[in-house]
């Protein structure tokens, strides 16, 4: 599930990772999901996660859905703002491979590319379904975290 | 205190930097695990803020093309050093520690304005329009907080001039004197404007501190952390610190100015523990069982009621109450 590009992740930031998500223009469905995984049942707080406001303080970039033109450009900022070592996590279908948008005019690639095209070894991890689960998001995370 | 050693010590360890970090931190860990209590969470493991910490000064400093780079870097050891100093003061007297402390009330209180003043300083030189609204939101919830703060902690040494007994400690405006006074007079929480005092001090440690209701200078959700959101790394780091020596801190002032009569004797220390937790626990659950209000509200709060019963407060002390 996790791609291997980047050295190791400190000791630290693996039992601490600040999140910070950007919503990508998909249809809010991943979004919800990913807001299930801070609520009483799920939890992530347990394992340090923390939903930051600025990508100044993250380490691990949220995309969920498919990247429009227009998000292109913010997307890639966003990830050159966010202090190294760093890491993203794709969430759903449309983040990982495009999803129902694959071939349609107004897209401008998965997350990874647009990412890959400003940091060539991004370290990065996918969680694919249309939305994944609470529970996959988790196992992605750490999957993310964990990985030599 | 003459040595340097004693004084690095003091400084530095305990009950300095080190002391009010450490403890800072495992109060941060209490805060948070009280919280997710609060939510039915189970909420972080201990370690979790030294984890968070130590994950900080590991990473890179961003510094924005937009700031002024010394400004901006130098801002958060300036409030981590007033801070530590203040919670040095503060947790020597709440101790009863042997020895003179170079300080009293009106220096703890110069100090513990400082990190405020350097997490605007801080906001504005990162030029980011995100920070100067946070500065200026630290700015208005300031000049809220400051004089009822005052006010209410000046009424633990305006006792020592009023109550009968006070006689016997000199120097009223230090903490050791009205430690002094308040062993032969009991603490200042047993009158009346003792009790005010400390309700209007509480209120205004949740300012101070930047917890909910009035956490609009840190607003996470509505403008991403203000004056902390161009920091990266180390320094954010360092202003988490201070943020937890803070939470040392404050409590601790609170207890040596108002509740300290026992300072210095066995059953008071083991007291303080507990009195220091209470005001945590009071500042956590007042945080989660509240919303966020507009920060004119906050102005208005600290400025009427607020200030009213800090000014009743004193009167009440003037009267001898
Ligand atoms: S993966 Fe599915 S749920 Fe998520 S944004 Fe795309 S269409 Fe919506």
Redesign the interface.
């Known amino acids: 599930m996790a791609e291997t590009a980047a050295p190791f992740l400190?000791r630290?930031?693996r039992?601490?990772p600040w999140v910070f998500h950007v919503g990508t223009s998909g249809c809010n469905n991943c979004d919800i999901e990913i807001a299930d995984c801070l609520t009483?049942r799920f939890?992530v707080?347990?394992f340090?996660v923390r939903l930051?406001?600025?990508p100044?303080?993250a380490?691990v970039l949220l995309v969920s859905g498919p990247v429009s033109l227009a998000c292109r450009r913010p997307l890639q900022e966003t990830w050159l703002?966010m202090?190294?070592?760093r890491a993203a996590l794709l969430v759903g279908a449309c983040a990982c491979s495009m999803g129902g948008y694959r071939d349609a005019y107004g897209v401008a690639g998965p997350a990874d590319r647009v990412l890959r095209e400003v940091e060539p070894g991004a370290r990065i991890a996918y969680v694919p379904g249309c939305p994944p689960k609470p529970e996959t998001i988790i196992a992605g995370l750490v999957r993310l975290l964990e990985a030599p | 205190m003459d040595g340097f050693g004693e004084w690095i010590w003091f400084l530095l360890v305990f009950p300095g930097a080190a002391f009010a970090a450490g403890l800072g931190l495992v109060l941060s860990w209490a805060d948070r695990k009280v919280s997710a209590m609060v939510q039915w969470r189970r909420g972080p493991p201990p370690s979790q803020p030294f984890l968070d910490v130590a994950k900080l000064l590991g990473k890179e400093v961003v510094v924005p093309a937009t700031s002024w780079p010394a400004g901006f870097l130098a801002f958060p050891f300036a409030a981590f050093a007033a801070a530590s100093l203040a919670a040095a003061l503060s947790w020597h007297a709440a101790l009863g520690l042997p020895g003179r402390a170079p300080g009293d009330l009106v220096v703890v209180l110069y100090l513990l304005a400082v990190p405020p003043l350097a997490a605007i300083l801080g906001g504005a030189a990162s030029g980011n329009p995100l920070g100067a609204v946070g500065a200026s939101r630290h700015m208005v919830l300031v000049l809220g907080y400051e004089l009822p703060l005052a006010a209410a902690l000046l009424v633990g040494a305006f006792q020592v001039r009023t109550v009968g007994g006070g006689e016997a400690a000199a120097g009223t405006l230090s903490l050791e004197g009205i430690a002094r006074f308040q062993a032969l007079a009991g603490d200042a929480v047993g009158r009346p404007s003792g009790i005010l005092a400390l309700l209007v001090a509480l209120l205004c440690c949740q300012a101070k501190l930047g917890l909910v209701p009035f956490d609009q200078a840190e607003a996470d959700t509505e403008i991403a952390e203000g004056a902390f959101i161009e920091y990266s790394g180390p320094p954010l780091a360092i202003f988490r610190l201070t943020q937890a020596v803070l939470l040392a801190a404050m409590p601790a002032l609170l207890v040596a100015v108002l509740w300290n009569g026992s300072a210095g004797t066995p059953g008071g220390r083991a007291a303080l523990a507990g009195k220091v937790l209470l005001v945590v626990v009071l500042l956590v659950l007042v945080k989660n069982t509240n919303p966020r209000v507009r920060i004119d509200q906050a102005l208005r709060f600290f400025w009427g009621p607020v200030t009213a019963a800090a000014a009743l407060a004193l009167l009440l002390a003037r009267m001898g109450w």
């Open positions: 400190p630290a930031l039992g601490s009483p939890d707080e347990r340090g930051v406001g600025s100044r303080h380490d703002d202090p190294s070592p």
